[in-house]
């Protein structure tokens, strides 16, 4: 069965969610240019993702938009992320992580925690820049 058969992921249901999702997380990216501590980047990314899946014509919106459109392309074609996105995302996962800590979190629950947000961070800064 090829995903245009598949009835939830390639059917109206499944271009339906994935459009929604993108309509979510580019509402999201949009606040993030207002709020300076909600990041732009990976909303819009994820934006890009879900729009080709579910609206060809609001992805070519995005890649076409004078402020999203230059991140899709340096993602797609470098996989490059800004040098403002790395620092503000690696600098909010520490205070995330550094919170947890004033609030007594459990050893495991740091431990875990600072596992996946050290290897994002890891992932993210070694990632080219533009």
């Not at 979510?24 to 879900?50: D, M």
């Not at 790395?86 to 629950?109: E, H, I, P, R, Y």
């Amino acid at each position: 069965m090829s995903l245009g058969e598949n009835p939830v992921m390639g059917g109206r249901f499944g271009k339906t969610g994935f459009r929604i999702l993108a309509y979510i997380s580019v509402t999201l990216a949009a606040v993030g240019v207002i709020l300076p501590l909600l990041p732009t980047t990976p909303f819009v990314l994820l934006a890009a993702f879900f729009a080709s899946k579910g609206s060809p014509a609001f992805a070519q919106w995005l890649e076409d938009h004078p402020r999203f459109g230059p991140a899709i392309g340096q993602w797609r074609t470098r996989r490059a992320v800004p040098g403002r996105a790395k620092v503000l995302a690696c600098g909010m996962m520490a205070l995330s992580w550094g919170m947890l800590v004033l609030f007594g979190a459990s050893a495991m629950t740091l431990a875990i925690s600072g596992v996946f947000l050290g290897g994002t961070a890891c992932y993210l800064v070694t990632r080219p820049s533009y």
